[in-house]
């Protein structure tokens, strides 16, 4: 009890400073208290002590700061803080003097290396009303709402399965003109009823090529039309998308090694083709060995009248400028020299240079738009189904039918 009648004693004594410090010694500090000094590396001796030079902040200078002075000079707070000592609980006082930060004390216990932002107000990334860097020309809260257009009106030309209606071909050529992602994105109302009209279509051409060619299976037009994504890993054109929609028919679809026909539709550009294009060395191999053996069964199937009026240009028959007409059709992918195991003066080396067996022809839009559009290209591929039956003779030859084609 000694100890209480001195601290009695000490607060009414105001004159008695060492009590005072006594006193202070002898309370014990509040967990929470203690946290904070771990923080700031040590605890000040007053809520009035002007802080040491803060390393956050190079511009500051040796003047002293005349609001300091003024607390300096004409602060009574010591005096108050005595009286509380008896008074106020410890608890309280803690909480006190945690309201009590100066904006220096503030500054310095921020992290290094993060900058403010003013108009964030302490939210964290992500979640602010406005960043600065975004020239809308409006402040925070706004919002910026864009009408996505809609598909184009059908008109007087109504939407058929078994026809290419004329907003699909509006679309390709506006696509060509704006191939990239954003613009797309915007009119994706028009890319789906254009895709739609295209695979409509499909799937009334294949009923008539199963018609014209028993080989091909009725299949889906997902599994006949191709993508209009662009593979651009290794090209040079950096254009996301291609401007044309495209599909194939074969005996396993769109893929596998069997020769198909193969249909595009684009603005100014539609082609109707068939054959192999391509193939791999095993199948390139067979084919070249039949020509070199048996010439005379590709040169017969060249020299329909078909082929040679609407592949050909209506060349007349005769063996080389038929021979001469296929092999310049597929000159952009043919050897410069004679393949390998073969004489350079066999008489079938324009054939044997080539790497792509294929034909084809281009259609005007007039041809492919409208009601006339699947007669045209029917009439095409109906032409093309001796020479599709040939190739496939050759690299994939069906068991019962292989001896029997050797002897012709």
Known sequence: MPRRSAATQAVSTPAVAPKKRTLSSTIETPRRQSKRT???????????????KSQYFGHQTDESDPETEVDEEGSGYEGEETDAVSSTPVSEEAEGDEDDYSEEEASSRR?????KDGNASGA???????????KTGLGPGKQVLIKIPKARESGKTPYKDDTIHPNTMLFLRDLAGNNDREWLKMYDA?????????????????EKIIEKDETIPE??????????????????????????????????????????YYVQIQPGGSFVGGGLWMPEAPYLALLRRDVDRKSHKLKRVLMEPGLRKE????IPKDEKKVVKAFANQNTEN???TKPKGFDGANPNIDLLRLRSYTVGKKLKDDEVIGPGGLSRITELIDIMVPF???LNSVVMPERDSSDSSDGN
């Open 219 to 260: 299949l889906p037009a997902k599994d006949l039309t191709f993508r209009i994504y662009r593979d651009i890993r290794f090209s040079p054109d950096p254009t996301p998308y291609k401007i044309y929609f495209s599909a194939a028919w074969s005996r396993t679809g769109r893929k596998g090694p069997y020769a198909g």
């Open 311 to 314: 592949f050909f240009g209506g």
């Open 190 to 206: 028009d890319y789906r009823t254009s895709k739609r009209d295209f695979d409509t279509f499909v799937e009334s051409l294949t």
């Open 388 to 390: 599709i039956t040939y």
């Open 38 to 52: 771990k923080r700031m590396g040590a605890t000040p001796a007053s809520s009035n002590t002007t802080p040491k």
């Open 334 to 336: 043919a050897l410069k």
């Open 124 to 134: 964290s990334k992500g979640q602010e009303l406005w960043r600065p860097g975004v």
């Open 111 to 115: 992290p290094t290396g993060r900058k």
